[in-house]
Structure formats: structure tokens, C-alpha cells
T-cell receptor, first 118, second 110 residues
Framework: EAQVTQNPRYLITVTGKKLTVTCSQN?????MSWYRQDPGLGLRQIYY???????DKGDVPEGYKVSRKEKRNFPLILESPSPNQTSLYFC?????????????????FGPGTRLTVL | GQQVMQIPQYQHVQEGEDFTTYCNSS?????IQWYKQRPGGHPVFLIQ?????EVKKQKRLTFQFGEAKKNSSLHITATQTTDVGTYFC??????????FGSGTKLNVKP
């Protein structure tokens, strides 16, 4: 089944304790992205990746890191989490980003990771 | 910075009534996508509009992209309880950054 998976689905942690949220897609998509969703603010893009080894900042990248060593995986790293990073996080992928003449395709979202930082 | 505003924030309708949500961008968008998120779920793609003035229909849903490519709307005719959820617009701005609207939460009373 074509899907985007995220782990963990729920996480409660404490300030300053490094954590990683994994994201994996099995659709051979080139474009992957991380979003955070907060009440009243919609989804805000944290980082995105056009392809392997190519990542770039979205609208709210502060306090986050990403890596794209393989096409299928795009982990989100919080080196020193703080309470203002408490949020619902979504990973998404699409076949292409807008590059080389392609138009951006529909994004497939993972099920979400609810993170609480105490 | 670039912003995508969406109104209304909430809409409560009686089943059978129509519903419209509006999306406005501070800058020109290269395309706009619409997503639906059911309560407790993840966003699910509905449609993408690319051309200025484009109108697309999916059964009871009508999507429009403004002539200036700075606004868009989603209209649902004769709502049903299955339409409940939050509807988001998302525009592709500079480079490959995506900007989502804050969403319109639709509640349909049977």
C-alpha cells in the first residue's frame, strides 16, 4: 500500500532532550516536507527536500534539523526541544517539486506525530 | 513574509445548505491546492489549480482560482454530514515553499 509513515505517533518529552521523528514513504517520491500544525495557524512548513541530499528551509525552520540521505526517508531532528515546539507534526511527500519544468504534484501526508515538550 | 489568509475560520451549516471558503494570498501564487482534514486525521488532497481564472468541479465541490492568481475559493453545494472537516488551501510561493491557509472548520448539522 502506498503510504507515508511516521514514528512515533505520540511523544511526551522534556526540555533539552534530543529527539528524532522518522518519516518514510514507499512511493519513490522526490519531494518531501515537514509541517507543524497549531490551532488557528494552519500548517506551517518547517523544511522541505527536493531530492536526496537537497534540503531547504521552509517558513519556520528555527530549532529543527533534517537530513535526506536516502530518497525514502526524511527524519526531523529536534536537538534541544523547547515547550514552544509542542505541536502536531506532519510529514508529506509528492512525486516532484517544482523544478526542471515539473509542476508540483499533490502531497501525501503521514498520520501525524503529536509532540509534547514539558 | 508571504501570507495566505483563509476565511471564515468556522462555519456551521444545516445539512443541505451551501458552504464557501475563501483564500487570499499577499503575493501571486504559481498554483493552489486544496486539502480536507477530517477530525483527528491528516490532510487529504482534493485538487490543484494552476491557470489564472481556472474553475474545476468535483461532484458537489467547485474550486476557483482568481484571475490574478492571488485568491481562490471552494464552494460546496448542498452540504452533507460527510463534508464535516477542516478545509485548507495551500499555495506554492517562492522556490518550493508551501504556504497553507489557517483553514475553515465546517460543521454540518443533520
Amino acid at each position: 500500500e502506498a503510504q507515508v509513515t511516521q514514528n512515533p505517533r505520540y511523544l511526551i518529552t522534556v526540555t533539552g532532550k534530543k529527539l528524532t521523528v522518522t518519516c518514510s514513504q514507499n512511493m519513490n517520491h522526490e519531494y518531501m516536507s515537514w509541517y507543524r500544525q497549531d490551532p488557528g495557524l494552519g500548517l506551517r512548513q518547517i523544511y522541505y527536500s527536493m531530492n536526496v541530499e537537497v534540503t531547504d528551509k521552509g517558513d519556520v525552520p528555527e530549532g529543527y534539523k533534517v537530513s535526506r540521505k536516502e530518497k525514502r526517508n526524511f527524519p526531523l531532528i529536534l536537538e534541544s526541544p523547547s515547550p514552544n515546539q509542542t505541536s502536531l507534526y506532519f510529514c508529506a511527500s509528492s512525486l516532484h517539486g517544482r523544478f526542471g519544468g515539473y509542476s508540483l504534484d499533490e502531497q501525501f501526508f503521514g498520520p501525524g506525530t503529536r509532540l509534547t515538550v514539558l | 513574509g508571504q501570507q495566505v489568509m483563509q476565511i471564515p475560520q468556522y462555519q456551521h451549516v444545516q445539512e443541505g445548505e451551501d458552504f464557501t471558503t475563501y483564500c487570499n494570498s499577499s503575493t501571486t501564487l504559481s498554483n493552489i491546492q486544496w486539502y480536507k482534514q477530517r477530525p483527528g486525521g491528516h490532510p487529504v488532497f482534493l485538487i490543484q489549480l494552476v491557470k489564472s481564472g481556472e474553475v474545476k468541479k468535483q461532484k458537489r465541490l467547485t474550486f476557483q482560482f482568481g484571475e490574478a492568481k492571488k485568491n481562490s475559493s471552494l464552494h460546496i453545494t448542498a452540504t452533507q454530514t460527510t463534508d464535516v472537516g477542516t478545509y485548507f488551501c495551500a499555495g506554492l510561493g517562492n522556490f518550493n515553499k508551501f504556504y497553507f491557509g489557517s483553514g475553515t472548520k465546517l460543521n454540518v448539522k443533520p
